[in-house]
């Protein structure tokens, strides 16, 4: 995944990022974007193939988008076989959530 977001211009993101939450840890995600709260997961098949991991994948995701993170779930056959696409996915949603966080101008309020 760093080497896709290289060759395709993305940002860096931070790889094996821990999220905690008022000092309670929610996970470990593949890649992030801290900032923009942005968790990128990429999923072997076989390490993710027992029920009990696919239910704490899922429980996972959940707390994260809980805390308000969004998350990008991709296996690795579309990083091998659509490496454009996800790098088109990933840096438009950066790019959304970026406006999404920037202050609107003009909303300031002035005493």
């Known amino acids: 995944m ?13 790889p094996e990022y821990t999220v905690r939450e008022r000092g309670v840890f929610i996970g470990r995600i593949d890649f992030a974007y801290p ?3 942005l968790a990128i997961e ?3 098949f076989e390490p993710h193939t027992a029920l009990d991991v696919f239910r ?8 994260l988008v809980a805390s308000g993170w ?6 690795w056959r579309d990083v091998n076989a659509m ?10 949603t950066r790019r959304r959530l970026a406006v999404e966080a920037a202050p609107v101008l003009g909303s300031e309020k002035t005493a």
């Open 2 to 14: 760093a080497a896709l977001l290289r060759a395709y211009g993305v940002p860096r993101a931070i």
């Open 35 to 37: 900032e923009l709260k």
């Open 42 to 44: 990429v999923d072997g």
């Open 56 to 63: 704490n994948d899922r429980a996972r995701q959940n707390d």
């Open 70 to 75: 969004t998350a990008l779930r991709y296996v």
């Open 83 to 92: 490496a454009w696409h996800v790098a088109w996915e990933i840096e438009r």
